[in-house]
Each structure stands twice: as C-alpha cells, then as structure tokens.
C-alpha cells in the first residue's frame, strides 16, 4: 500500500508497508510531520491540508495536532 499527498504536483512519496495498519497514532507519529513539513517548505503558509473520511484523520488526536478549532 502506498500513502500520498499531492502538493501541487510536488511532494514526496510515503511508502507504507502493506501490512501496516495506519491508525491514528501511526498517522501522527510517522505521516503527519513530513507531510506537514513538506506543505511548508513548497507553499510556505498558504495552503490547505485536505484529508478525506479515512478514521486516522478524523480522530479528535489528529484534529489536535493539527490545531484544527483553534
């Protein structure tokens, strides 16, 4: 399985191992920071994070890390 995120067509892949079950601490532990990281260093502050329906991103922990309500 392969996770993505496209940033305007720029961003770096991250694999996955197929077994792996990503939830939420997973997503925030290992995903999270460098798709952040990368959104940053290619948009700078301009940009929005769009996740879909997926539990790990919807998760009351993932909202918070990324400060979303503040």
Known sequence: MTSWCLLEGKGRLHFVDEKA???TYHYI???L????E???ALLGNNFVFHQD???AHGAMQTQ?????GR
């Not at 918070?64 to 979303?68: A, D, Q, S």
């Open 53 to 55: 329906g997926a539990p």
């Open 38 to 40: 990368d959104a940053h």
């Open 21 to 23: 079950k990503i939830n």
């Open 33 to 36: 920071p460098t798709l952040v």
């Open 64 to 68: 918070e890390w990324l400060g979303v």
């Open 29 to 31: 532990d290992n995903l």
